[in-house]
């Protein structure tokens, strides 16, 4: 566990496998952003409609959603190295097959299959870090790897607009095989091989099927909502049986011997809120990304470039905060720095809110960089508490439970605010412009308002300072 033979943390094999992880998470991150934008290209190239298109992120949602509590898991009993190793693996055959695509339902079905590497990337990454670096630097490292995450996200737009311009849009897929193989090799030389506490135990695959087909059927319904209708017998079907299936899973985990979600995890207060509170932040998150370019392009009558350009202030100021506020925890908690980060947040927000069609685009960066300031403070803090929080036996788990706060909290973001939104747009469809503005201004309140929330409950976390060096 990056231990040397006197049990001492070794610095040389743990900045390794920082930069090993690193890598692995701007390639995800990356893949991410840049696919949102080469969807245009897509449509055109296989003369489809964005209905059929937009399968191509709602599929990698929907699966890397449903899998991250069951690689989790599976990361406690069989080894995290092994698990990951393998994700990379599926990650880079999944991105090749994806950019040789002859039509959108390969594409859609290859995305399918790249989108379960990433579960096992996303999953067990915080576990590898969280047990090869000591507890004060914990929020470093994870603050190392936020900034490699808005690195991707921030350079994935541009990036990814001009391999597509230049080599086609394959090309954003198959950029992930070099770079997949770089981190893959790394990780392979770098991170040690883990000793799995539960290798004995059963799988528990009534959980972890109930969970995901559960958790699908409620993602599928707030990302669809918006577009068949919040009343339709559909969406309403869908989430009463997803519900259901939801609280089924519950009920299963809490006879089972050896659960996929052991729920006593939440019975530490610490492990609860960081656990709440990411939801909320991505809520608001979210809530900006997709909306915000409704404002510039539509209101405002910026392209798309000059609207990416804009929206690149938030991830820039996250990316530059996050290690810092990593180390800040390091040393005096997360209660401090996650109660000020969603504060921060809720006060970006306010100033989007308060936009206009004639107000300077200054604002809109200076309502963006707060929200960034606000995030970074928050991210890296709060990840280090929650992976603190689990017992060296539930790492693999415990980086399931956050990497699925994070993406519930995107589809809520998405399904919630777009409610509010296209509910307040009404016939003009975003014709109005006064109209899309003033549907933009209430999101916005509406974000604002989840923030002050996810600031209380933050702050209700207590006080978790580390212990000094000499009482570790």
Same mark, same amino acid.
């Given at each position: 566990m990056g231990i040397d033979a006197r049990g001492r943390f070794s610095i040389e094999r743990k900045w390794l496998v920082l930069v090993a992880i690193g890598i692995g998470t701007y390639m995800s991150a990356?893949?991410?952003?840049?696919?949102?934008? +080469?969807?245009?290209?897509?449509t055109t190239t296989f003369k489809t409609d964005v209905a059929t298109?937009?399968?191509?992120?709602?599929?990698?949602?929907?699966?890397?959603?449903?899998?991250?509590?069951?690689?989790?898991?599976?990361?406690?009993m069989r080894g995290n190295k092994i698990i990951y190793l393998a994700g990379f693996g599926v990650f880079i055959i999944g991105s090749a097959l994806c950019g040789l695509a002859p039509s959108?339902?390969? %594409? +859609?079905?290859?995305?399918?299959?790249?989108?379960?590497?990433a579960a096992m990337l996303f999953a067990i990454s915080p576990a590898i870090l969280t047990k090869n670096f000591p507890a004060r630097?914990?929020?470093?490292?994870l603050g190392v790897q936020g900034t490699m995450t808005y690195l991707g996200l921030t350079t994935g737009p541009s990036f990814g607009g001009w391999l597509a311009d230049t080599f086609g849009w394959h090309s954003v897929f198959f950029i992930n095989v070099p770079i997949g193989l770089l981190a893959?090799?790394?990780?392979?030389?770098?991170?040690?091989?883990?000793?799995?506490?539960?290798?004995?135990?059963?799988?528990?695959?009534?959980?972890?099927?109930?969970f995901a087909v559960g958790l699908t059927g409620l993602l599928f319904a707030l990302d669809q909502g918006h577009n068949l209708g919040w009343l339709s017998p559909v969406i309403l079907g869908t989430l009463a049986g997803a519900l259901a299936l939801i609280g089924l899973f519950i009920g299963l985990e809490r006879r089972v011997q050896a659960p996929m979600l052991d729920l006593g995890l939440f019975k530490h207060r610490v492990f609860a809120v960081s656990t709440v509170t990411p939801i909320l932040n991505y809520i608001c998150l979210y809530s900006v990304t997709f909306l915000l370019p409704f404002f510039l392009i539509l209101a405002r009558g910026l392209s798309a470039a000059q609207a990416g350009l804009i929206l690149a202030a938030q991830p820039l100021v996250m990316a530059v905060t996050a290690p810092l506020s990593g180390s800040l925890s390091d040393r005096v908690g997360s209660r401090i720095p996650t109660t000020l980060g969603m504060s921060l947040l809720a006060a970006g927000l306010c100033v989007l809110s308060l936009m206009r069609q004639t107000s300077p685009l200054g604002l809109t960066v200076a309502g963006l960089a707060?929200?960034? %300031?606000?995030?970074?403070?928050?991210v890296a803090p709060n990840n280090s508490a929650l992976m603190g929080a689990a017992p060296p036996t539930k790492q693999g788990i415990a980086a399931g439970v956050l990497a699925l706060a994070r993406n519930v909290g995107m589809a809520l973001g998405i399904g919630l605010t777009g409610a509010i939104f296209n509910t307040l747009l009404g016939p003009s469809g975003g014709a109005?412009?006064?109209?899309?503005?003033?549907?933009?201004?209430?999101?916005?309140?509406?974000?604002?308002?989840?923030?002050?929330?996810?600031?209380?409950?933050?702050f209700s976390r207590g006080n978790d300072r580390p212990l000094r060096l000499d009482q570790a």
């Amino acid at each position: 566990m990056g231990i040397d033979a006197r049990g001492r943390f070794s610095i040389e094999r743990k900045w390794l496998v920082l930069v090993a992880i690193g890598i692995g998470t701007y390639m995800s991150a990356l893949d991410g952003s840049v696919v949102n934008t +080469i969807l245009p290209v897509v449509t055109t190239t296989f003369k489809t409609d964005v209905a059929t298109v937009e399968w191509v992120v709602t599929t990698y949602l929907l699966v890397v959603s449903a899998l991250l509590l069951t690689v989790g898991r599976l990361g406690d009993m069989r080894g995290n190295k092994i698990i990951y190793l393998a994700g990379f693996g599926v990650f880079i055959i999944g991105s090749a097959l994806c950019g040789l695509a002859p039509s959108p339902a390969l %594409l +859609i079905s290859a995305r399918g299959l790249q989108a379960i590497g990433a579960a096992m990337l996303f999953a067990i990454s915080p576990a590898i870090l969280t047990k090869n670096f000591p507890a004060r630097q914990r929020g470093q490292a994870l603050g190392v790897q936020g900034t490699m995450t808005y690195l991707g996200l921030t350079t994935g737009p541009s990036f990814g607009g001009w391999l597509a311009d230049t080599f086609g849009w394959h090309s954003v897929f198959f950029i992930n095989v070099p770079i997949g193989l770089l981190a893959m090799s790394l990780s392979l030389a770098v991170i040690p091989v883990d000793r799995p506490a539960g290798e004995h135990e059963r799988f528990d695959w009534a959980g972890a099927a109930t969970f995901a087909v559960g958790l699908t059927g409620l993602l599928f319904a707030l990302d669809q909502g918006h577009n068949l209708g919040w009343l339709s017998p559909v969406i309403l079907g869908t989430l009463a049986g997803a519900l259901a299936l939801i609280g089924l899973f519950i009920g299963l985990e809490r006879r089972v011997q050896a659960p996929m979600l052991d729920l006593g995890l939440f019975k530490h207060r610490v492990f609860a809120v960081s656990t709440v509170t990411p939801i909320l932040n991505y809520i608001c998150l979210y809530s900006v990304t997709f909306l915000l370019p409704f404002f510039l392009i539509l209101a405002r009558g910026l392209s798309a470039a000059q609207a990416g350009l804009i929206l690149a202030a938030q991830p820039l100021v996250m990316a530059v905060t996050a290690p810092l506020s990593g180390s800040l925890s390091d040393r005096v908690g997360s209660r401090i720095p996650t109660t000020l980060g969603m504060s921060l947040l809720a006060a970006g927000l306010c100033v989007l809110s308060l936009m206009r069609q004639t107000s300077p685009l200054g604002l809109t960066v200076a309502g963006l960089a707060i929200c960034g %300031l606000g995030t970074g403070l928050f991210v890296a803090p709060n990840n280090s508490a929650l992976m603190g929080a689990a017992p060296p036996t539930k790492q693999g788990i415990a980086a399931g439970v956050l990497a699925l706060a994070r993406n519930v909290g995107m589809a809520l973001g998405i399904g919630l605010t777009g409610a509010i939104f296209n509910t307040l747009l009404g016939p003009s469809g975003g014709a109005d412009r006064a109209i899309l503005v003033h549907a933009f201004d209430v999101s916005m309140v509406f974000a604002s308002g989840v923030a002050v929330l996810a600031a209380g409950v933050s702050f209700s976390r207590g006080n978790d300072r580390p212990l000094r060096l000499d009482q570790a």
